[in-house]
């Protein structure tokens, strides 16, 4: 018995692959391996016999039993270090510096606009880019005959035959985002709502989708000079210059009364914008005190809140500040172009954020 267990130990042993040890446990334990034969040889044995070889037999099996499992183990512990060391991956190495992509000029600067006004409490808003007829128009005071309908050269959505409601249509503008916030939000209320807006136009300075970003703060008692006020902090902080001179010029928008658009006193020194100082004025945005009708259709009542509006081109204020010529290359998806323009991922979105 003792060599016959010496055997199966030594067989165990001397297994070099998981493959070999099954072969091993096969011939052993297996139902026709030696062990089993041998305990069938218990029927032809005297009881006395049998009495001492029965529990020896029983625990050489345990044993190589044991044996097999504890080598497999091993096997697989093997397999799993060789494996941890050959994926190894020194984490601690410094990236490539090489850089992959950027940040595009239209979000860096949405962030910024973000950022700023978040610093004076606005929240952002969002509405659809498909927007229905009511809010891009009607609500905002653009009735159905209202020549600015035609201003905006809208792209229709298609309604199926038969369907006479009017079509939905491509927001032309963030102005219904207004609408949207004042529904859901009502007063006191103080957003701004960034974007995109699409209107049929293409050359140098327009694109038929650019950006927006639409202000409104609704209190009971805002005026011209709370816009005034916010307006220049804005800019300040946007362009980072510690002063800049703003120029209302009456205006005419259907959903402010009074409208204003704002210019900027600006010097253009070859070919460079330097903004506060100068002879010129840029023109940078539309804004008004928001119509009570257009409170009325947000849902708000226009005898006990009031406030204002202004309406911003993101892509326009970008080309200010970066100095972008040419707005049509925002959409072009040039990489030369974005590797110059772009910004680093890890890049602070404005100075005023840091201060
Ligand atoms: N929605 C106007 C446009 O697309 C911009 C605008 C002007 C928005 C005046 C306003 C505003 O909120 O008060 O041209």
Known sequence: ???????????????????????????????????ALRMRELGQMSPEERMTVAPALNALRDEVAAAIIAKKQAFQDAALDERLRAEWLDVTLPVRPRRQGSIHPITQVTEEVTQIFAAMGYAVAEGP???????????????????????????????????????????????????????????????????????ADYDQTHSPMFHQVEGLAIDRDIT??????TLEEFLKAFFEVPSVDLRFRASHFPFTEPSAEVDVRCSWENGTLKLGEGDSWLEILGSGMVHPKVLQAGGI???????????????????LKYGIPDLRAFFESDLRWLRHYGFGALEVPTLAGGL
Not at 304 to 312: I, K, L, P
Request: charged residues 25%.
């Open 129 to 199: 880019q498909v927007e229905d007829d009511w809010h891009n128009f009607d609500a905002l005071n653009i009735a159905p005959e209202h020549p600015a309908r035609q201003e905006h050269d809208t792209f229709y959505m298609a309604r199926a035959q038969g369907d006479n409601r009017a079509p939905h249509v491509l927001r032309t503008h963030t102005s219904p985002v207004q609408i949207r916030a004042m529904q859901g939000q009502g007063a006191p209320l103080r957003v701004i709502c960034p974007g995109r807006v699409f209107r």
């Open 1 to 35: 018995m003792d060599d016959f267990r010496g055997k199966w130990l030594d067989l165990v042993a001397a297994a070099d692959s998981e493959a070999a040890l099954e072969e091993v446990r096969l011939q052993a334990l297996g139902k026709k391996g030696e062990i």
């Open 224 to 229: 011209m000079a709370n816009l005034k006020w």
């Open 301 to 319: 009542d226009p005898n006990e809140w009031q406030g204002f509006a202004f309406g911003m081109g993101i892509d326009r204020i970008a080309m």
